[in-house]
């Protein structure tokens, strides 16, 4: 069965670097998702991306944040500087026109 | 805007005997998706099963069935026996604007 694939499955950074978390979608789907999910709390929408550009997005994801569709296949999360309340997992999520949601493995960043 | 509750914070079940985990929301849309989600301590967010709102038949997936009740606004999970494997946090989602919004999950622990 398909998946989507993220990568790192870990992510160790320091305060105010930046980092890039990467993931593979489905290869048919059209919509994209970013999740997180605060040690112990519930998963949290962040932004969301269809046809080329953000279409939606929440509070959390602010001028810190943006996301990218370099080419046909990987979608990245960019976070500018990061701070120790970024620390969390982030899943990638992809679908087709469904309402039926993959989701990635997760890369869990931790900001020291 | 739309929520989903999940009263039970933590639950536990013997092996092989069955569970039902609680699930209430609120929405204003009438034809809408709802879905349990498992995250094993792998922390990987797994689609267990998903109802579509103007089917009155309950949704299953060979252990697992929904009781699904529209009109109260009730989608509950139940497992039948219950496998070791089964441990993990469950999820009710209900997609919406910001897509799929989450409950804050029940801790299910399958006892051997």
């Known amino acids: 069965e398909p998946e989507v694939t993220q990568t790192p499955s870990h992510q160790v950074t320091q305060m105010g670097q930046e980092v890039i978390l990467r993931c593979v979608p489905i290869?048919?789907?059209?919509?994209f998702y970013w999740y997180r999910q605060i040690l112990g709390q519930k998963v949290e929408f962040l932004v969301s991306?269809?046809?080329?550009?953000?279409?939606?997005k929440s509070e959390i994801f602010d001028d810190q944040f943006s996301v990218e569709r370099p080419d046909g296949s990987n979608f990245t999360l960019k976070i500018r500087s990061t701070k120790l309340e970024d620390s969390a997992m982030y899943f990638c999520?992809?679908?087709?026109?469904?309402?039926?949601?993959?989701f990635g493995s997760g890369t869990q960043l931790s900001v020291l | 805007a739309q929520t989903v509750t999940q009263s039970q914070p933590e639950m536990s079940v013997q092996e092989a005997e069955t569970v039902t985990l609680s699930c209430t929301y609120d929405?204003?849309?009438?034809?809408?998706?709802l879905f349990w989600y498992k995250q094993p301590p792998s922390r990987q967010m797994i689609l267990v099963i998903r109802?579509?709102?103007?089917?009155?038949q309950n949704a299953t997936e060979n252990r697992f069935s929904v009781n699904f009740q529209k009109a109260a606004k009730s989608f509950s999970l139940k497992i039948s026996d219950s496998q070791l494997g089964d441990t993990a946090m469950y999820f009710c989602?209900?997609?919406?604007?910001?897509?799929?919004?989450f409950g804050k999950g029940t801790r299910l622990s399958v006892i051997a």
């Open positions: 999520a992809s679908r087709t026109n469904s309402e039926k949601l993959f």
């Open positions: 109802q579509e709102a103007y089917k009155q």
């Open positions: 929405t204003s849309e009438n034809n809408y998706y």
């Open positions: 290869s048919n789907h059209l919509y």
């Open positions: 991306f269809y046809n080329n550009e953000i279409s939606e």
């Open positions: 989602a209900l997609p919406a604007r910001p897509p799929l919004v």
